[in-house]
């Protein structure tokens, strides 16, 4: 029986980036339930973990909570540096999903007017001169990332180093919120309504734009989360 389960979970299945993440996946489960049960006082960063996967993942559209009220609740009970780099490797991990969920859904044939739109072309130029430059300004503001992945992916930036560029950039944008949560300490039911707020007024936001006549959709819709819905 366990040879046969193991068979089963060794088998190769898809192209081979695809099969690393899902065992690190795994891995990454198994390791925290020792984890929690040797320091409990991780409970907090793991629960960051959990939560903060589907939050930047390519379902956060449908995830209603804001990540970083989480990160300034977290803050509470653990150091700010440790909680800026457990935020820093969500990001780092969920950045490897979207950047081939972006570049599986960039690929569909239905998008080559997208792809050769005229603006779309303008900023793969502007963004050809700069390209590492252009992902460390993202990641390091509030901008919407979605958009220099989109650029990346067209570009087609070398994984890799776009990856580390964005955590570079992410990073001090991490630690400053959750420098900011530790200096204010602000009460748990506030920063709970505000991330829960936060998603809920997003995801009514989307239904109604989805709900406009084409003429007065707005740019979001070229969002490849977006796209997925026609």
């Not at 198994?30 to 589907?54: A, C, D, K, M």
């Not at 309504?193 to 998603?199: D, E, R």
């Amino acid at each position: 029986m366990l040879r046969t389960a193991w068979t089963f979970f060794t088998k190769p299945r898809g192209r081979p980036y695809w099969r690393i993440f899902i065992w690190a996946t795994i891995v990454a489960g198994l390791i925290g339930i020792p984890l929690v049960e040797r320091f409990p006082s991780t409970v907090p960063l793991v629960w960051l973990w959990l939560v903060g996967i589907p939050a930047n993942s390519p379902i956060s559209p449908l995830f209603p909570t804001a990540f970083e009220p989480l990160m300034m609740e977290v803050v509470k009970y653990q150091p700010i540096l440790t909680v800026a780099i457990t935020a820093t490797a969500i990001f780092v991990y969920m950045e490897f999903v979207n950047w081939w969920a972006f570049k599986w859904v960039l690929s569909w044939d239905r998008l080559e007017s997208l792809r050769s739109n005229r603006w779309v072309r303008w900023g793969l130029k502007r963004f050809s001169r700069y390209p590492y430059l252009t992902v460390f300004f993202f990641a390091a503001t509030p901008i919407p990332f979605w958009v220099a992945r989109c650029l990346a992916v067209l570009h087609q930036l070398a994984l890799a180093p776009y990856i580390v560029v964005m955590a570079l950039g992410r990073f001090p944008r991490l630690f400053v919120y959750a420098w900011i949560g530790a200096q204010l300490q602000v009460p748990t039911i506030l920063l709970m309504s505000l991330a829960i707020g936060t998603g809920v007024l997003l995801i009514l936001w989307r239904l109604r734009s989805e709900e406009r006549p084409v003429g007065q959709e707005c740019r979001s819709r070229w969002s490849p989360y977006a796209l997925t819905k026609n």
